[in-house]
């Protein structure tokens, strides 16, 4: 739950060293260098998993916002806290919308916001640090442009993270339908509890409402960014749900799938919120590197928690994908190093015993850690995009800018 | 199946009978007055039914398109004949789009083209004849913008047909997981032969391709209407699920569902199809009149052949709506001549015995006489839509705009 509702202050010096360490491996990157210096081990050994505070969540107040007094070094190591009244502002106006103007799809609304699922938070506290971030000097003509439109660039910065949230919550909404899932994250998943309709419905719903609040912003490349990331998440849940065994077993599909699935939109929304600002290619280009390769990174890492879960024991995960027949990172490079698993994901796994020898299998390989390597291969690279963008003195921008790098270690770091 | 796969010669005597009632009438319409003229069953003794021929169908070769050596006067009747190699590159421009890049959606793509839903025909029969019969002058500044946008205007109005009938059939396949259809129009619905899993994913494929063609139309005026077009279906159906007893005997309540559900999307993309051709906002208004009450007309009649079926006959449809606890346009008439039915609406249906009761104050009510009204009075007000357009001597244009017209008398004296 680390992006969900709450930050904890996690020691200077730990950052640093995380810091220092991660700095001074990026440029010379390769995945057998990673995994001298950071096995899991040491990893959880030197940054441990993060607790999470009732900052965030929708039961009480509407404007719910327990500032704790806080230094300046403070502030810099917590990218949720940088953000945190525009964060409230974005959610509650979410909120408004689904439950004013509908009343009706009140229960779907409830799901959306009760549940404490972490990439609700995570999106737009991405975006408006990247709009901080890229709070630069663009180009005459461009700003010009920019300047014209109304209303402020800010707030259609805002409304980036919010359609953007809207996109996520209504592609979880269908999802649950096409996994027939009975929990997401723990909290029961709508379908369950209403009925494929609602989800159908309230997924439906919040698309058409994202789809409106995007012509309102009224750039067309912004439009064909996000329309883009629409036919992406489709397209990466037909690779999922429609396979060959060739397809199940090469990493390359299961890379072009996640990212279709899980990086699309975040790499896409941080690109509209540089082309909303007027920004350059080369800029945008940077913010959307920046979102691909923290969506990468986020993802393998959850492939890898579907196995080991809070623990760092195998197969105390929830183990879904695996029972799903989805075939993730870690099992992927298992079967480099055993050829012969491949004979058991092909049998698939509706057999409980053959889960049993995969997860054999995935303990005697180095799969977990080479997922775990890929996952900071990918976080490194999307720090180095923050690094390359045109220099700034702006301390604002400077805070959100390390805010954003810290927040690629986080996400390989986190237990949950 | 009038407006699916294919056209009939309609005497030139009927047609012309038909169009001096529908013309004499309309400047002084009332509902009573047309009551006179035109109640079901003169309309039927004047223009009966219509046939269909194997015009339509992507079965057989991909051109397959048998133009009969017809005279002027039988091109002017008929308005599918108009825009048949059109209608034909749209309707093979979207198969090969659902079918070569996603060849995983091949079983929804081929009930997207098998089913022989006459809505899959009409609107872009529609839009295309609405695209010619706007081919007049417009004001400069607007010209010269249009002008400047690649590809060509009519490439860009095909695709706001193309667009249209993805979000039609997206709608249809999330409706068949709504509704747990059986049958929709007697093919089998998706969802029942490949479960709801299909139907929601290849619903939302073709919403995401809609947005990503709507994408690249680069018209921001055209991406708020359709995306609206794309709220209202959605509140429309949220109105319907969710109403109260209040509402669920309410004419106006059943309207504003009836306008959200079928008529936005067909008025929204006539109005699309002149926006994009930069006409004034006078003639825009005009086509979005004509698709908004071409649309009720349609769903009138609908309505009532759900009690009457192709026979003249009450009960002899299908009674889906009844069934589904569904109250339209010729119960809520009834209910006004007998306030005592009520109890037995709120009762509701499910019980066979409420359905028998209620068909029988149909019976001796003008409730479906009313409602024919009611949709004669929709499709003269698109009529009037047409005929107030600015005036034009090109010889193409004045045929659309028959042939529009045309259409609106059709859509009342279907009887399938």
Redesign the interface.
């Known amino acids: 739950m680390l992006f969900s509702r709450g930050f904890r202050r996690i020691p200077t010096t730990t950052f640093n060293g995380f810091s220092r360490w991660f700095v001074s491996h990026r440029p010379g990157y390769s995945q057998s260098q990673t995994t001298t210096h950071c096995s899991r081990d040491s990893t959880h050994k030197i940054f441990g998993g993060f607790e999470e505070s009732r900052f965030w969540g929708f039961a009480g107040s509407r404007y719910q916002i327990h500032h704790q007094s806080s230094s300046l070094v403070e502030e810099e190591l917590d990218p949720f806290s940088l953000v945190a009244d525009e964060l409230s502002l974005v959610a509650n106006r979410l909120r408004d919308m689904v439950v004013a103007e ?1 009343p ?2 009140a229960s779907a609304a409830e799901y959306f916001f009760k549940m404490g699922v972490e990439g609700k938070r995570f999106r737009p506290t991405v975006l408006l640090l990247m709009a901080t971030a890229l709070n630069v000097k663009v180009p005459e003509p461009a700003k010009a442009l920019a300047d014209t439109l109304t209303p402020e660039l800010r707030t259609r910065q805002q409304s980036v993270a919010e359609i953007t949230e809207m996109i996520h919550v209504a592609s979880l909404l ?1 999802d649950d ?2 996994d027939d899932a009975e929990t997401r994250r723990g909290v029961g998943s709508l379908n369950c509890i209403m009925g ?2 609602v989800s ?2 309230a997924g ?2 919040l ?3 994202a ?2 609040a ?3 912003l ?3 490349e912004v ?2 960014l ?3 990331v ?2 992406q ?3 990466g ?2 690779m999922q ?2 396979c060959t065994s060739e397809q199940r077993c090469s990493m390359e599909y299961y890379m072009q799938k996640t990212y279709y699935k899980t990086a699309s939109l975040i790499s896409n929304s941080c690109k509209s919120v540089a082309v909303i600002a007027g920004q350059t290619t080369e800029v945008a280009m940077l913010a959307f590197e920046y979102g691909k390769n923290l969506g990468l990174a986020y993802q393998l890492i959850d492939d890898i928690l579907d196995f080991t879960g809070t623990s760092a024991s195998l197969g105390k995960g929830s183990l879904s994908d695996i029972r799903h027949g989805i075939v993730t990172a870690p099992l992927l490079y298992a079967m480099e190093e055993f050829p012969q698993l491949r004979a058991v994901v092909e049998q698939g796994f509706e057999n409980p015993k053959n889960v049993d020898i995969a997860l054999d299998y995935l303990g005697k390989s180095r799969g977990i850690q080479k997922a775990r390597e890929l996952a900071i291969k990918h976080a490194n690279l999307a720090a180095e995009a923050i690094e390359s963008l045109p220099e700034s003195d702006d301390e604002d921008v400077k805070r959100s800018r390390r805010a954003l790098v810290d927040l690629t270690q986080r996400v390989v770091t986190r237990t949950k």
Do not use: Q, W
């Open positions: 509908v009706k799809l269908h339908v096409l494929n309709k159908v419905l439906d719903f698309l058409s409402r789809c409106v995007l012509a309102a009224k750039n067309t439009v064909t996000l329309a883009t629409l036919e998440l489709v397209t849940e037909t749900m429609t």
